[in-house]
């Protein structure tokens, strides 16, 4: 987007992380439904265990049975959270980044899709490192049984009980690795847009265009990185009391991709996949929809704001 050059990475950032948190609300039942999938097992479940569930429909109803539409929106307040601290950072290192790569450059030259993957995967380890916490409790959250559900802090603070203060960072490997997810994603994103802007014979996407690009680059970059998501899930979470008692505490993302395979075989990498699927493809293009417009609408304020900033020092 040419007017989006025009913002600094703290207006792309704002801009980004308002599109996240919409995208996020509009699709948490998704989130929590993959989750849940994510960390239980269908191998020697009934399709009758109001805990295991066969499908995103069954998940629906299953959950809205045993905890209400509420049950849908479990942990929303530290996954918003997460998510604007994450896209916040994101965006803001990925923007920082790339613009000061842009400046090195030669007049004329364009960046490589490597160095867009390399850019994005930098800006994404950074934004992991400070923002695992609230990922973490949002996981517990997520998935913990309805009369054993705390609130955020209280959540945090059995998590530093139980596991030190490094368990708030409990799974940051695979998400170090899983970084490679938006790079894939704003990588893809950028070329596809470009090729889609030259066919068209257009200087900017239309909202459309944006749904689109974004939802395909988003669905190449899940099913690369699946199962590693899948590990990264099962490692934050925490067995509810009565299943505690027969699991055996995962080491490492390897040891969960071990396990997993060993009991349910590739098809159990995968388990929640469609909701992991439409979840992140409709997130994802709502995201870059929304970002597209707060971003034309972040440039007037900044200039409204300037310009009286201007007046008062005249």
Known sequence: MAAGSKLSPFGHAIAGTG?????????????????????????????????????????????????????????????????????FA?????????????????????????????????????????????????????????????????????????EGWTGLWKGLKPSLVLVINPAITYGMYSRIQELVLKAFKRKDMTPGLVFLVGALAKTLATVVTYPYIMAKVRLQWKPSKKD???????????????????????????????????????????LFMVKDQLEKYTIVLFALLARQKHNKVM
Request: proline residues 3%; positive net charge.
């Open 90 to 162: 994101y965006f803001y290192w990925y923007t920082f980044l790339r613009s000061g790569y842009i400046n090195k450059l030669p007049a004329g030259a364009t960046i490589s899709t490597i160095m867009e993957l390399l850019l994005g995967a930098g800006a994404g380890a950074l934004a992991q490192i400070f923002t695992i916490p609230v990922a973490v409790v949002t996981t517990r959250q997520q998935t913990m049984p309805l009369g054993e559900r705390m609130d955020l802090k209280s959540t945090a603070m059995e998590i530093v009980q139980e």
């Open 244 to 286: 505690a008692e027969t699991h055996k505490p995962y080491n490492g993302a390897i040891d969960v991709l071990r396990r997993v395979f060993e009991k349910e075989g590739f098809k159990g990498w995968y388990t929640g996949m469609q909701a992991q699927i439409s979840k992140a493809v409709i997130s994802q293009a709502l």
């Open 19 to 87: 599109g996240a948190m919409f995208a996020l609300t509009c699709t948490y039942p998704l989130d929590i439904i993959k989750t849940r999938m994510q960390v239980r097992s269908r191998s020697s479940a009934s399709s009758t265990d109001p805990n295991v569930y066969q499908s995103t429909t069954d998940a629906v109803q299953k959950i809205i049975k045993t905890e209400g539409i509420s049950g849908l929106y479990a942990g929303l307040f530290s996954g918003l959270l997460g998510t604007a601290s994450q896209n």
